[in-house]
RNA sequence: GGGGCGAUGGCGGAAUUGGUAGACGCGUUGGUCUUAGGAACCAAUAUGGCAACAUGUGAAGGUUCGAGUCCUUUUCGCCCUACCA
């Protein structure tokens, strides 16, 4: 028998070849069908692909494929999340510009997602950066703006004074700018802002109609809105001309009783009158050092300036307390003013102790205990109110909080207030490489829509990138226009990333669409998204900004009324590696170091010299551990890798790189390849031997495994249940005998594979003559279930043995056989007998004294 | 400080959702075939014990006829977030 071996290499572009000339995987509108929309988040193209798109696309591609043989009309499409800082910073170091870097990169990264075989429509492809997307951003921008969705206004940035330009928060590093390494500067700078808290009570509420997302990250969103009920309470001011009274929001209103200080933020608009104080600014000074991002800081000192100011308790005016500027209040949530409870949270507690304030305790875990008093620890707890005069005895929180805000209501006091830690979308990115913000200035600084008919505003092509600062701000032959005459200043800023990626799901139902970001019909067809797939990390802003800007668009729109862009959600785990270092605690590749016992591990050019092996941890380039997917795609092929990628673990967790796993997967390629050669060589016999029903029995069994397996998003069990089917149908012809049934079921077998590795799937079908329609198979459900079935004996609910019985079997007729088999008796011995407890077709449990 | 997730053999992980713990893969050991094997195939592989059997899912309790799975306490690890009044 001449057996040929496996050349992934031409098999692979064969098919490949194959589905792009037979446009496989083209996407129409079919109302005969039922659609389905698959989607992982789109990649930034940074230069090639990593092993967590591999797994990212690997577990999409397989959903995709599912779907499609089970006819489903699919779109399935890719594109590239092209604008941002790192092509900025490319450019700058390879003396390039950022167009031509990104453009590269995306050429590279798609020759390397289409050798993974993924059943994308690479006719709908679309790139961010390319003026064909981002014109159509540039018009939801300003529909948004008329919508009044959009405003502007004075922020803070993170400003370094050396390079000139606004970082992000992730490229200060211990207060420091990353590529300067100077102390970050708190700047106010004009920004543009996406009003998203107008649907912030939306984005909450409507969590709960998205049940196909993990609650974890459900609950993520709905601690990152923050909603938050209380009341902001009015307290009189006496000691000066100017303040007349200060509002504060609290949630604990029913603590009024232990008031000891008002705080303000050092922004509070009361600040102004004492701006000209030199302690005052010597304080905010003071202030702006500890006031930004650092963790180390984020604990610091609480610290206060005292102002002349009196509070008055509204409640007792006989309790009059000082008030402060502090320094961790903050102007943007709620009122930029807190009253300081100190006995009851742990801030106004050290803030008290500092400043030699009162502490009085208003409310004790138990009323009984009336020696209770808080003194090193603020109590949050439950209990009940004390020393509050016509609150006391009140249930925390339970009664306090509504009662007292009721109380504070009746004498106009208060009012009831719904909060939200949300705050508005800073949209404003003072860079190059982004979408221009389709606004200009006239000569009085007024905002000017810039007209349709000047639209769209292209990125100017050679600008002088390596200076500082923003470089769109100093190329004043793109920046000086005319608009209805007169003289104008465009806006500079580009729009933060995210932006770009809120729409792009839409974008994909109507890509080659040159007048409108999408038609209408088209979205209404494919929208929403049925399965999203990506990683946790976005978990917040990508996919609250996508849930809000969908909301955003479809707002007052009588074509499309869409609010949840995601239905279903899938967030997959990452890939990890064990990580090396050398004597000097430098990072080694995995390429660079060898082992002969998986334990010890040394340098491959150094032989003798001990390499430190750390913990497994998330592929990244600084810690060297990364594994480059295309070279274990030209070594072992696209289907090998999608099948090791997928093995192991559940896709959510993270997965263990291992050289051992992936060729073991290529080997099990190799094999099965093999083992279909054998069955084609048997099948040709003409001598039929009657039907093995063994093979009905697992092959029906196997796939409703299968089934199963993809429908909960098991994927790392189709991977256990293919190596079971190989060594099953491997057994099945060791006897060359050419069953009736085995190439039946063995063809159901290559189909259900195909989604994981479909070029092996289908040559092996090809090499079969399969002619018919590729569809997935169905389970015959008389085949799941057995006659015999294993019945375990318990004795004091501890298995004892096992015996075989029929199916469905009554406890009496169960007893009986059990007795039969006279395997009880030797556990018996002389214990007293109380009763048993039978399980229909699982156990009996005989319990004894 | 707040929130979330997790802990099962030497390793990655299964377990019909409260009912035979360790599927499947890796590794290891033994064997077959080989000039050789880091190839292929076969077998074994939770621990202790010759065995019968006993013990075993981070730890300690609890509920139950029965717990990896439910409850309480606790330890450790990872992730997200940052003074949210």
Known sequence: MEISKYNFKTIEEKWQKFWLDNKSFESKINAEKEKFYCLEMFPYPSGKIHMGHVRNYAIGDVLSRYKTLNGFN????????????????????????????????????????????????????????????????????????????????????????????????????????????????????????????????????????????????????????????????????????????????????????????????????????????????????????????????????????????????????????????????????????????????????????????????????????????????????????????????????????SKTIEILEQKKLAVRKTNYRLKDWGVSRQRYWGCPIPIAYDENNKIIKIPENQLPVKLPDNVDINSN??????????????????????????????????????????????????????????????????????????????????RAISLENKDIDIKEPFNGLFTQGMVCHETYRDEENNWLSPEDVFSKDGKEYFLINKKNQKVKVGPSESMSKSKKNTIDPQNMISQYGADAVRFFILSDSPPEKDVQWSDDGMISSFKFIQKFWILNEKIIKIT??????????????????????????????????????????????????????????????????LIVLIPVIPHLANECLEKLNYDKEIIWPRVDNKYLDDEKIKFVIQINGKKKFVIDVEKNIEEKKAINQVQESGLLKKYINNKKFVKTIFVKNRLINYIFD
């Open 684 to 749: 040709s016999l003409k001598d039929f031997h009657d039907e093995n029903i063994e093979l009905n029995i697992f092959t029906n069994r196997a796939i409703d495994k299968i089934n199963k397996s993809l429908e909960k998003f098991r994927y790392n069990l189709i991977i256990s249940t293919s190596h079971e089917i190989y060594s099953f149908f491997s057994k099945a012809i060791e006897t060359n005998k050419n069953f009736k049934n085995l190439r039946e079921n063995f063809e159901k077998i």
């Open 74 to 401: 699919v779109l399935h499409p890719m594109g590239w999340d092209s604008f941002g800082m790192p092509a900025e910073n490319a450019a700058k170091q390879n003396k390039t510009n950022p167009k031509t870097w990104t453009e590269q990169n995306v050429e590279t990264m798609k020759i390397q997602l289409k050798q993974l075989g993924l059943s994308i429509d690479w006719d709908r492809e679309i790139s961010t950066c390319s003026e064909t997307y981002y014109k159509h951003q540039q018009k939801i921008f300003l529909e948004l703006y008329d919508k009044g969705l959009v405003y502007r206004k004075e922020s803070y940035v993170n400003w370094d004074p050396v390079d000139q330009t606004v970082l992000a928060n992730e490229q200060v590093i211990d207060g420091k700018g990353w590529r300067s390494g100077v102390n970050v500067e708190r700047k106010k700078l004009n920004q543009w802002f996406f009003k998203i808290t107008h649907f912030a009570k939306e984005l909450t509420d409507d969590l709960k109609l998205l049940e196909n997302w993990p609650d974890k990250v459900k609950t993520m969103q709905k601690n990152w809105i923050g909603k938050s009920f209380g009341c902001e309470i009015d307290f009189e001011i006496s000691g000066s001309n100017n303040v007349k009274s200060i509002k504060c929001y609290t949630t604990r209103p029913d603590t009024l009783f232990g008031l000891s200080f008002l705080a303000l933020s050092i922004d509070h608009p009361i600040s102004k009158y004492y701006n000209k104080s030199d302690d005052f600014i010597k304080f905010k000074d003071e202030c702006s050092k500890t006031g930004t991002t650092e963790e180390s800081l984020a604990q610091a000192k609480k610290i206060g300036f005292k102002t002349d100011l009196i509070a008055i308790n509204p409640f007792n005016r006989n309790i009059k307390v000082p008030v402060y500027f502090a320094n961790f209040v903050l102007m943007d949530y709620g009122l930029g003013a807190v009253f300081g409870c100190p006995a009851h949270d742990q801030r106004d507690l050290d803030f008290a102790k500092k400043y030699k304030l009162d502490v009085k305790t208003v409310v004790r875990p138990n009323d009984s205990d009336d020696t209770y008093l808080v003194k090193d620890e603020a109590y949050t707890g439950t209990g009940v109110i004390c020393n509050s005069e016509f609150l006391n005895g009140l249930k925390v929180p339970s009664e306090s909080i």
């Open 469 to 550: 600062g923003n470089p769109l701000d100093k190329q004043d032959d793109w920046k000086n226009i005319i608009i209805g005459g007169k003289k104008c200043i465009r806006e500079t800023d580009t729009l933060d990333t995210f932006v770009d990626s809120s729409w792009y799901f839409l974008r994909f139902c109507s890509s080659n669409n040159k007048v409108e970001p999408f038609n209408k019909n088209e979205v209404n067809y494919w929208m929403p998204v049925d399965q999203y797939i990506g990683g946790v990390e976005h978990a917040i802003l990508h996919l609250l900004y996508s849930r809000f800007l969908m």
